[in-house]
């Protein structure tokens, strides 16, 4: 019970058709009462004014009055309705073999009397010649009949009333729908698109939140914005220093020098390439992060491969990699060419780094049910499942890792899968003797 209440507590549509409903069902009934107790006065009082005509028929014309005896042999369809007409006893004459038994001294109009133990409704009318007649009926009768009458009126409430309800709660559900589509698209948007929202349909009620929202998101994308032009600002700064610093090692390379020093120098070499590929990634990651400046063309998958393998082979040679493509199918993909390309490169430099000498690294392209997939498996050390997660991370990398590396490459791939509407898993390969990873992207619906 509480999680209902606090349900219903919770839910603005929820309140709002339980109230509606429920002040309908208590006008309802409160029309019903008043109805049916309408009505049944009105039967009653129908019947005693045809008690009133009948006696008025038998003054008026002056009709014999049937005989005790009569009353009681004749038969009728129904004994409990009928009307019995019969004339009082005069007062100081014993009463006849009456249907009734009815006292002399009852006044003119209409009244209520217990006679045997049953109940009836009287009428007593004096007629012209100075002698009483008396047209009684049963209550109970009466009751039945006043009750049926009061039925059939309350019957359209009865069924109008659970129909009234169910049109309430679906045009209260009505009403919420484009709050409900709402909150869907905002639930299906990226974290990228932080465009305002547009929902016409909105109620004017529902209007302020959206313009608050509207704003908060165009204050988050100012701030990302800034942050992103930050981050690829500071790159393109340090790359003049760090090229004037790559072309003076260059040429201190060729003067004479110590071994000790030529050592050094190479250490010195080596750190400063690693800080021109981690600005190359800061970059490309600020880049990708972008929202796209022209729409999506169509992209061949296979082409763009192939041109990755084309420029990291030399990577491949120089370790000893026997790296192919195992099922080359090929697809039209709605995509930017050049973040498809960095997305591939990404991948395959990755599983080439971290592939020790003489390895192995297999593609894959398959074109099946719709959807178009593509696997990039190695032989390397694979990654713990805890830790498939936060690779996507920027600046993450497994510890124990002795690659060199920026920590961005996962996270460039996982935005541009995005932002193109695909997905990216990670998974350790089953069975392999080496170990090895499993990178499964899939790139939805294809055009062949």
Same mark, same amino acid.
């Given at each position: 019970?509480?999680?209902? *209440?606090?349900?219903?507590?919770?839910?603005?549509?929820?309140?709002?058709?339980?109230?509606?409903?429920?002040?309908?069902?208590?006008?309802?009934?409160?029309?019903?009462?008043?109805?049916?107790?309408?009505?049944?006065?009105?039967?009653?009082?129908?019947?005693?004014?045809?008690?009133?005509?009948?006696?008025?028929?038998?003054?008026?014309?002056?009709?014999?009055?049937?005989?005790?005896?009569?009353?009681?042999?004749?038969?009728?369809?129904?004994?409990?309705?009928?009307?019995?007409?019969?004339?009082?006893?005069?007062?100081?004459?014993?009463?006849?073999?009456?249907?009734?038994?009815?006292?002399?001294?009852?006044?003119?109009?209409?009244?209520?009397?217990?006679?045997?133990?049953?109940?009836?409704?009287?009428?007593?009318?004096?007629?012209?010649?100075?002698?009483?007649?008396?047209?009684?009926?049963?209550?109970?009768?009466?009751?039945?009949?006043?009750?049926?009458?009061?039925?059939?009126?309350?019957?359209?409430?009865?069924?109008?009333?659970?129909?009234?309800?169910?049109?309430?709660?679906?045009?209260?559900?009505?009403?919420?729908?484009?709050?409900?589509?709402?909150?869907?698209?905002?639930?299906?948007?990226?974290?990228?698109?932080?465009?305002?929202?547009?929902?016409?349909?909105?109620?004017?009620?529902?209007?302020?939140?959206?313009?608050?929202?509207?704003?908060?998101?165009?204050?988050?994308?100012?701030?990302?914005?800034?942050?992103?032009?930050?981050?690829?600002?500071?790159?393109?700064?340090?790359?003049?220093?760090?090229?004037?610093?790559?072309?003076?090692?260059?040429?201190?390379?060729?003067? *004479?020098?110590?071994?000790?020093?030529?050592?050094?120098?190479?250490?010195?070499?080596?750190?400063?390439?690693?800080?021109?590929?981690?600005?190359?990634?800061?970059?490309?990651?600020?880049?990708?992060?972008?929202?796209?400046?022209?729409?999506?063309?169509?992209?061949?998958?296979?082409?763009?491969?192939?041109?990755?393998?084309?420029?990291?082979?030399?990577?491949?040679?120089?370790?000893?990699?026997?790296?192919?493509?195992?099922?080359?199918?090929?697809?039209?993909?709605?995509?930017?060419?050049?973040?498809?390309?960095?997305?591939?490169?990404?991948?395959?430099?990755?599983?080439?780094?971290?592939?020790?000498?003489?390895?192995?690294?297999?593609?894959?392209?398959?074109?099946?049910?719709?959807?178009?997939?593509?696997?990039?498996?190695?032989?390397?050390?694979?990654?713990?499942?805890?830790?498939?997660?936060?690779?996507?991370?920027?600046?993450?990398?497994?510890?124990?890792?002795?690659?060199?590396?920026?920590?961005?490459?996962?996270?460039?791939?996982?935005?541009?899968?995005?932002?193109?509407?695909?997905?990216?898993?990670?998974?350790?390969?089953?069975?392999?003797?080496?170990?090895?990873?499993?990178?499964?992207?899939?790139?939805?619906?294809?055009?062949?």
């Amino acid at each position: 019970m509480d999680g209902i *209440e606090g349900k219903v507590g919770r839910s603005l549509q929820l309140r709002l058709s339980v109230w509606l409903c429920g002040v309908i069902l208590l006008v309802a009934v409160a029309g019903g009462i008043f109805s049916f107790v309408s009505a049944f006065r009105e039967a009653n009082e129908l019947q005693d004014d045809q008690l009133r005509q009948i006696a008025a028929l038998v003054g008026h014309h002056a009709l014999p009055l049937p005989a005790a005896a009569a009353q009681k042999a004749e038969p009728v369809s129904d004994a409990d309705s009928r009307v019995i007409v019969q004339p009082l006893p005069r007062p100081g004459k014993p009463p006849d073999h009456a249907a009734l038994a009815l006292p002399s001294h009852l006044p003119d109009g209409v009244q209520t009397l217990a006679i045997d133990g049953e109940t009836w409704r009287v009428f007593v009318k004096t007629l012209a010649r100075g002698s009483q007649v008396a047209i009684a009926q049963q209550t109970a009768v009466r009751d039945e009949i006043a009750s049926d009458s009061a039925l059939h009126t309350i019957t359209p409430f009865a069924v109008l009333v659970p129909v009234l309800l169910l049109v309430v709660g679906l045009l209260v559900k009505e009403m919420f729908l484009p709050v409900k589509m709402l909150a869907s698209e905002l639930d299906r948007r990226s974290h990228q698109d932080l465009g305002a929202l547009r929902h016409p349909t909105l109620p004017s009620e529902i209007m302020p939140f959206v313009v608050a929202i509207n704003r908060l998101l165009a204050r988050v994308e100012n701030a990302v914005a800034l942050q992103r032009r930050f981050v690829a600002n500071a790159a393109h700064e340090l790359r003049s220093p760090l090229t004037a610093l790559s072309l003076q090692a260059e040429r201190l390379e060729a003067t *004479e020098m110590s071994d000790l020093a030529r050592e050094r120098l190479g250490t010195l070499r080596s750190g400063i390439q690693r800080a021109r590929a981690l600005l190359d990634q800061l970059l490309t990651l600020a880049r990708v992060q972008e929202a796209p400046a022209v729409e999506n063309s169509s992209v061949s998958l296979r082409r763009t491969l192939r041109q990755v393998l084309e420029d990291l082979m030399p990577l491949a040679t120089s370790k000893a990699i026997d790296i192919g493509v195992l099922e080359d199918a090929d697809a039209e993909l709605r995509a930017s060419e050049i973040d498809l390309y960095t997305l591939l490169k990404n991948l395959v430099d990755n599983a080439l780094r971290y592939t020790p000498e003489g390895g192995r690294v297999d593609l894959s392209v398959l074109t099946a049910n719709g959807q178009t997939i593509l696997k990039v498996e190695d032989t390397g050390p694979g990654i713990a499942a805890d830790e498939r997660e936060r690779v996507f991370d920027p600046f993450y990398r497994v510890l124990g890792s002795k690659e060199t590396g920026s920590g961005l490459g996962l996270s460039i791939v996982r935005t541009i899968a995005d932002r193109i509407g695909a997905t990216v898993a990670l998974e350790n390969i089953d069975g392999a003797l080496s170990g090895g990873l499993r990178v499964i992207v899939n790139f939805g619906e294809f055009r062949q």
